[in-house]
């Protein structure tokens, strides 16, 4: 499944620069330091909530996404902690599960001689 939500990205002026990350449509936070990392943190909550629905049977439960201009950063979960926008996220749950996948796959091949001796 692919898709996009939107988050509220809050930046808080500390030392670490950090980024805190509300998904208004999910209930759902997560933090980066950098906006770099805040992004990055926040397509991987992304990806795990729709993955975690999906496993579930749940993926009915999967709302439609908030329109970015509906939302107001005044009233985010985070608006007291400092200066806030709305980004839209990508998720991609099927490549995300193929990244996570720790199966072993057995693969016989045949080698020409010389890179077998090498």
């Avoid at 499944?1 to 030392?15: C, L, S």
């Avoid at 906006?35 to 993955?51: H, K, P, S």
Wanted: charged share 30%; hydrophobic share 35%.
């Amino acid at each position: 499944m692919k898709g996009a939500f939107p988050a509220i990205f809050t930046k808080t002026g500390d030392e670490k620069d950090t980024y805190l990350v509300d998904f208004p449509d999910f209930d759902s936070a997560t933090e980066g330091y950098g906006v770099n990392d805040a992004f990055y943190m926040a397509g991987d909550l992304l990806n795990l909530i729709v993955m975690d629905k999906e496993d579930e049977g749940r993926a009915s439960e999967i709302p439609e996404p908030s329109k970015p201009g509906d939302l107001d950063v005044t009233a985010g979960k985070f608006a007291d902690a400092g200066e806030s926008f709305v980004s839209m996220v990508a998720f991609d749950s099927d490549e995300y599960r193929k990244k996570l996948s720790m199966k072993s796959t057995r693969r016989n091949v045949t080698l020409p001689e010389w890179l077998n001796y090498e």
